[in-house]
T-cell receptor, first 114, second 114 residues
Framework: AQSVSQHNHHVILSEAASLELGCNYS??????LFWYVQYPGQHLQLLLK??????LVKGIKGFEAEFIKSKFSFNLRKPSVQWSDTAEYFC????????????FGQGTTLQVKP | EAGVTQSPTHLIKTRGQQATLRCSPI?????VYWYQQALGLGLQFLLW???????NRGNFPPRFSGRQFPNYSSELNVNALELEDSALYLC?????????????FGEGSRLTVL
């Protein structure tokens, strides 16, 4: 069965610090990978996604993620976080076949101190 | 353009009762997805409806059911409520999930079972 594991449940950083959130998935076939974000009081929204091609993908607000197939990983990074990045971040994976199922990790709460 | 709307925002029930949650997708989206977000468990896939048919379901008992109406809106029914059903229930819709993998989420319905 597919599963997604996020290494950190709660991360606290100061503004301008660098961010890396770990994500590993378990699935033997071809996958598509995603990071979703939920800002306080808002709904979940897509941050970035990887389908194919360049394993380094760029998303909104300066975020990027790198797909490392050999490590089954899709870590999220940002060189310099801002207070407004305080949110909950979810890694997700779907099979390349359309089962309609997006499997989410448990989420990482990021708190950025001004 | 209106986003995904869910009702009610909050619902309080007692054990053994039934709960009905409703969702209206973004105009033009034919697929609706239901997720359960329980504390500390991330988002768990519940159901996928497309063109009025149930296409896939997650690992939940049969007392979780739903339907999709001709206007693509959907409802989720939870029968014989148990305490552990207390969670945020998220509805999402998509235009072409198989190609894009992007889900558009509502703000959720919080169900509390006493």
């Amino acid at each position: 069965a597919q599963s997604v594991s996020q290494h950190n449940h709660h991360v606290i950083l100061s503004e301008a610090a660098s961010l890396e959130l770990g994500c590993n998935y378990s699935y033997g076939g071809t996958v598509n990978l995603f990071w979703y974000v939920q800002y306080p009081g808002q709904h979940l929204q897509l941050l970035l996604k990887y389908f194919s091609g360049d394993p380094l993908v760029k998303g909104i607000k300066g975020f990027e993620a790198e797909f490392i197939k050999s490590k089954f990983s899709f870590n999220l990074r940002k060189p310099s976080v801002q207070w407004s990045d305080t949110a909950e971040y979810f890694c997700a994976v779907k099979s390349s076949s359309n089962t309609g199922k997006l499997i989410f990790g448990q989420g990482t709460t990021l708190q950025v101190k001004p | 353009e209106a986003g995904v709307t869910q009702s009610p925002t909050h619902l309080i029930k007692t054990r053994g009762q039934q709960a009905t949650l409703r969702c209206s997708p973004i105009s033009g989206h034919t697929s609706v997805y239901w997720y359960q977000q329980a504390l500390g468990l991330g988002l768990q896939f519940l159901l996928w409806y497309d063109e009025g048919e149930e296409r896939n379901r997650g690992n939940f008992p049969p007392r979780f059911s739903g339907r999709q109406f001709p206007n693509y809106s959907s409802e989720l029914n939870v029968n014989a409520l148990e305490l552990e059903d207390s969670a945020l229930y998220l509805c999402a819709s998509s235009f072409d999930f198989g190609a894009t993998g992007e889900l558009f989420f509502g703000e959720g319905s919080r169900l509390t079972v006493l």
